[in-house]
């Protein structure tokens, strides 16, 4: 079927839905292919809206058997998009059985399949892919769900009300939007346990997951129940209904969905197990867990108006899950890899063709707005916020938000208005965060005169499409002082930034400082700070506060990358020093050390490139960075072997932080005697291993040192049984090839039997190594920019949003040389030129393109 032409959508264009929703009642027969749903719809007009004689209700890919309203039989009008139906001047009842195809819904949005079992995906507009109905999120009701089917079980949202063989009720009390609403039947097993909130009330807390996979429940339970505690005891938010359930999915788009009291997990963000996850998999699933449990405040009990506030919900519940993991782990740590994560997706998608504000204007599929930008950029705008009005004003506000918006759709107007009225504050140019796209540069001028130091800043953000001429923002610039001994000479303080160009003066000064600023990356911005290499390097000693000391480590290898890719310097020795001395320094905890050895990314490299104007050689960032990696291999290599056997955990392995922690050191160390050994020490940890983290950074070590053909069998033949851990064995392969043989890698992986590229986790973990390749993925050939476009072309019938996401991997062709440009837009035109592409990616390829 065609998709309806592309129609833009704005925000301005807002308007209340006519009708309000008192009711519905859902009743599923499930089958495979031919799944009746039945609906009974309470409306009642608006009050606060303009009354009509004819409703639309959205429904797409519906077969409708029969509508009635009133009791009396109606024929609508039907298009590709929906229903148009006359109805009476007051409350009415509106009634329709529609029959859908589950079995062949492979885009995995409204009802779909996977490994035989029934599940649910509608945020943001699936639902209308199961019936008729006024799916937006300012359109709440009370849902009554009755599901028959074959299977033993048989969810939905809320409560139990009847339970017979073949045959469930569920009741939710709360209302809440269409995207909430969930449904699973399957064979599958709980993994259960209890909760008690602080007023006393008893959950009980299931984990749903297909049988054989019981042993990986327990770690996500666990994180459950640190959730609820967490919200309880930071934000005064308890749970509202007396089950909780979990279900993980092996074929899902996205990470997790927050439906009320039923939140669906790709099984990739859920189960766990020492054996078959890494360190970083067992924190992501903590995070995702609370995330999704977050979301039951911010999120279903205060929803969006509409998708243009999804920032409301995800940018609040994302810092919400950062806060939960900086308690639950270590606090620098945390900010240090949002920060990383931050600048390599936000920063290039804010710079590129698909840049947009944290809250959109228009939107042709919304499916393409849940980006690093309304996420990670919306948490950051929120951290400011905290920053700026600090710890007890940013509570009571959140206090004064909860109480005067549970039940609303709201908006970031409301949202903006509690921080307005607990502080007084006028937040008229902050908003600017929500409304600008862009990156702000900010410039830092210093003089120090007698015993004042000026601190002169100045602000630009460079215009772009979608904000031609962005207007100054509000920037809450941390800054302590540091004097030459090393001693503090000012404690963390916070500026205001809100002009074009401001300066602030520190008098009373015993000697020079060196400033620390843009402590804890208080603000998204790019900052250039011109101090000289051993006033980085004494900062990256000294510095007091932890992030700014592993950025200073950063800014040097930055600029010692640069000097090597554009005039072939030698890697800087006052860089490699100063590294040196903070890995070894035994009293700074080995999380910290392991990031300090970090190298900026290659695509980072590249960006910083492209915005001092010139062309990035994917091929000589690649060759620097892999001398500098020798470099650190020689400055280490009296120590590694030490710091190696130091942080080699022998404890029954266990989660937390403190052993994940050493493991990230130790297996840094892994990469660099891997450099000078040839892979000795990498097959004995590989033959040593007992959980997953120590095997698979064994592995890659042994792939990087051209040992890995044996163990890349042993370990497929260990593990082909686990889907999870095949996808690990998919990209790793990817990951690891050298950049001439990423794409030919990539493609022989395709033909591999296991490869399906209907399964979301399968598909990425190729393509996604493949994308996230940066020498790889723009190698002078062109061949992984070919591959990737005959595999998007293959995918976008069957699922268009895995598709349009993937997409992205082109936006940054601008950055490259003319031939690559022309290379990667010959593919990106071939994909517009395939025959009934999909909305999604046709408004991804498009935007990308540019006009
Ligand atoms: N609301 C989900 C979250 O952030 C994300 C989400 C949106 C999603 N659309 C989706 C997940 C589609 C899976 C599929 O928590
Ligand atoms: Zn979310």
């Known amino acids: 079927m065609r998709d309806a032409a592309p129609k833009t959508i704005y925000l301005a264009d807002y308007t209340p839905y006519p009708w309000t929703v008192e009711s519905v009642d859902l009743h599923f027969t499930l089958a495979p292919n031919a799944t009746r749903v039945r609906s009974v719809i309470r409306f009642a007009p608006n009050p606060n809206a303009s009354a009509e004689d004819a409703m639309f209700l959205h429904g797409e890919k519906l077969k409708l058997i029969s509508a009635a309203i009133d009791g009396a039989p109606v024929t609508p009008d039907l298009s590709d998009e929906g229903l148009q139906v006359a109805v009476p001047s007051g409350a009415f009842t509106f009634e329709a059985e529609v029959e859908i195809d589950p079995a062949n819904n492979t885009a995995l949005e409204g009802l779909y399949m996977s490994n035989g079992m029934y599940c649910t995906q509608c945020e943001a507009e699936g639902f209308r892919k199961i019936t008729f109905y006024p799916d937006r999120p300012d359109v709440m009701s009370v849902f009554t769900v009755t599901v028959e089917g074959p299977h033993p079980v048989l969810l939905s949202n809320g409560n139990p009300v009847l339970t017979q063989n073949h045959l469930a009720k569920w009741h939710d009390p709360w209302p809440k939007p269409a995207y909430l609403f969930a449904l699973v039947a399957g064979d599958l097993v709980a993994h259960s346990d209890t909760f008690t909130t602080m007023s006393g009330r008893h959950v009980d807390l299931n984990l749903y997951v297909r049988p054989g996979d019981e042993g990986k429940c327990a770690f996500g339970m666990q994180a459950l129940k640190a959730s609820m505690k967490w919200d309880e005891e930071v934000y005064g938010r308890e749970y509202d209904l007396d089950l909780f359930n979990i279900v993980a999915v092996d074929d899902f788009n996205m990470g997790a969905m927050e439906n009320k009291g039923l939140n669906i997990f790709n099984s990739s963000a859920v189960l766990a197990?020492?054996?078959?996850?890494?360190?970083?998999?067992?924190?992501?699933?903590?995070?995702?867990?609370?995330?999704?449990?977050?979301?039951?405040?911010?999120?279903?009990?205060?929803?969006?108006?509409?998708?243009?506030?999804?920032?409301?919900?995800?940018?609040?519940?994302?810092?919400?899950?950062?806060?939960?993991?900086?308690?639950?782990?270590?606090?620098?740590?945390?900010?240090?890899?949002?920060?990383?994560?931050?600048?390599?997706?936000?920063?290039?998608?804010?710079?590129?063709?698909?840049?947009?504000?944290?809250?959109?204007?228009?939107?042709?599929?919304?499916?393409?707005?849940?980006?690093?930008?309304?996420?990670?950029?919306?948490?950051e705008v929120i951290g400011m916020l905290k920053t700026l009005v600090g710890d007890e004003a940013y509570y009571q506000a959140l206090d004064l938000y909860f109480e005067r918006h549970d039940g609303d759709a709201a908006t970031i107007e409301d949202w903006l208005k509690v921080f307005e009225d607990t502080t007084g504050r006028n937040l008229t140019q902050f908003k600017r965060w929500y409304a600008q796209a862009g990156t702000p540069r900010v410039t830092l001028e210093e003089n120090f005169e007698l015993d004042t130091l000026t601190l002169t800043f100045t602000q630009h953000t460079p215009p772009s499409a979608a904000t031609?001429?962005?207007?100054?923002?509000?920037?809450?610039?941390?800054?302590?002082?540091?004097?030459?001994?090393?001693?503090?000479?000012?404690?963390?303080?916070?500026?205001?930034?809100?002009?074009?160009?401001?300066?602030?003066?520190?008098?009373?000064?015993?000697?020079?400082?060196?400033?620390?600023?843009?402590?804890?990356?208080?603000?998204?911005?790019?900052?250039?700070?011109?101090?000289?290499?051993?006033?980085?390097?004494?900062?990256?000693?000294?510095?007091?506060?932890?992030?700014?000391?592993?950025?200073?480590?950063?800014?040097?290898?930055?600029?010692?990358?640069?000097?090597?890719?554009?005039?072939?310097?030698?890697?800087?020795?006052?860089?490699?020093?100063?590294?040196?001395?903070?890995?070894?320094?035994?009293?700074?905890?080995?999380?910290?050390?392991?990031?300090?050895?970090?190298?900026?990314?290659?695509?980072?490299?590249?960006?910083?490139?492209?915005?001092?104007?010139?062309?990035?050689?994917?091929?000589?960032?690649?060759?620097?960075?892999?001398?500098?990696?020798?470099?650190?291999?020689?400055?280490?290599?009296?120590?590694?072997?030490?710091?190696?056997?130091?942080?080699?955990?022998?404890?029954?392995?266990?989660?937390?932080?403190?052993?994940?922690?050493?493991?990230?050191?130790?297996?840094?160390?892994?990469?660099?005697?891997?450099?000078?050994?040839?892979?000795?020490?990498?097959?004995?940890?590989?033959?040593?291993?007992?959980?997953?983290?120590?095997?698979?950074?064994?592995?890659?070590?042994?792939?990087?040192?051209?040992?890995?053909?044996?163990?890349?069998?042993?370990?497929?033949?260990?593990?082909?049984?686990?889907?999870?851990?095949?996808?690990?064995?998919?990209?790793?392969?990817?990951?690891?090839?050298?950049?001439?043989?990423?794409?030919?890698?990539?493609?022989?992986?395709?033909?591999?039997?296991?490869?399906?590229?209907?399964?979301?986790?399968?598909?990425?973990?190729?393509?996604?190594?493949?994308?996230?390749?940066?020498?790889?993925?723009?190698?002078?050939?062109?061949?992984?920019?070919?591959?990737?476009?005959?595999?998007?072309?293959?995918?976008?019938?069957?699922?268009?949003?895995?598709?349009?996401?993937?997409?992205?991997?082109?936006?940054?062709?601008?950055?490259?040389?003319?031939?690559?440009?022309?290379?990667?837009?010959?593919?990106?035109?071939?994909?517009?030129?395939?025959?009934?592409?999909?909305?999604?990616?046709?408004?991804?390829?498009?935007?990308?393109?540019?006009?």
């Open 273 to 379: 197990s020492p054996e078959t996850s890494t360190d970083m998999n067992f924190e992501r699933i903590e995070a995702i867990i609370a995330h999704e449990y977050f979301h039951n405040w911010t999120g279903n009990r205060i929803t969006c108006r509409d998708w243009f506030q999804l920032c409301l919900k995800e940018g609040l519940t994302v810092y919400r899950d950062s806060q939960f993991t900086s308690d639950m782990r270590s606090a620098p740590v945390k900010r240090i890899s949002d920060v990383i994560d931050l600048r390599g997706r936000q920063f290039a998608e804010d710079q590129g063709p698909l840049a947009h504000p944290v809250r959109p204007e228009s939107f042709q599929e919304i499916n393409n707005f849940y980006t690093a930008t309304v996420y990670e950029k919306g948490a």
């Open 468 to 851: 031609p001429d962005p207007q100054p923002q509000v920037i809450p610039i941390a800054v302590g002082l540091i004097y030459p001994d090393g001693t503090e000479a000012l404690e963390t303080r916070v500026l205001e930034m809100t002009k074009a160009e401001q300066s602030f003066r520190f008098t009373g000064l015993e000697d020079e400082p060196v400033a620390s600023v843009l402590r804890g990356f208080s603000a998204p911005v790019v900052l250039t700070q011109n101090l000289s290499d051993t006033d980085r390097a004494h900062l990256l000693a000294n510095d007091t506060d932890t992030f700014n000391r592993w950025e200073q480590g950063r800014t040097l290898a930055r600029g010692s990358l640069l000097s090597m890719i554009r005039t072939g310097a030698a890697p800087d020795a006052k860089y490699l020093a100063g590294i040196h001395a903070v890995v070894t320094d035994t009293s700074l905890d080995p999380a910290t050390r392991a990031l300090m050895l970090g190298l900026p990314s290659q695509s980072d490299l590249a960006t910083t490139l492209h915005d001092a104007g010139e062309t990035p050689d994917p091929a000589a960032i690649y060759a620097a960075s892999e001398t500098m990696r020798e470099a650190l291999a020689d400055t280490f290599s009296s120590d590694a072997a030490g710091l190696y056997a130091a942080n080699t955990v022998t404890a029954p392995y266990d989660p937390g932080a403190e052993q994940a922690g050493k493991r990230s050191l130790s297996n840094a160390m892994l990469s660099l005697i891997t450099r000078r050994d040839g892979g000795a020490a990498a097959q004995a940890q590989y033959d040593a291993a007992d959980n997953m983290t120590q095997q698979l950074s064994a592995l890659a070590n042994l792939i990087r040192a051209g040992k890995g053909t044996a163990s890349l069998t042993a370990f497929y033949d260990q593990w082909k049984d686990d889907r999870l851990v095949m996808d690990k064995w998919f990209g790793l392969q990817v990951m690891e090839a050298a950049p001439e043989d990423a794409a030919a890698t990539a493609e022989a992986l395709t033909r591999h039997p296991d490869f399906n590229h209907k399964n979301p986790n399968r598909f990425r973990a190729v393509f996604g190594a493949l994308v996230m390749h940066h020498a790889g993925f723009h190698h002078a050939s062109g061949a992984a920019y070919t591959l990737l476009a005959d595999w998007l072309i293959t995918l976008d019938p069957l699922n268009p949003q895995t598709t349009a996401r993937m997409c992205s991997a082109f936006q940054t062709w601008k950055r490259y040389d003319a031939h690559r440009q022309r290379m990667i837009l010959a593919q990106v035109d071939r994909i517009l030129a395939t025959p009934n592409l999909s909305r999604d990616t046709t408004e991804m390829l498009t935007r990308i393109r540019g006009a």
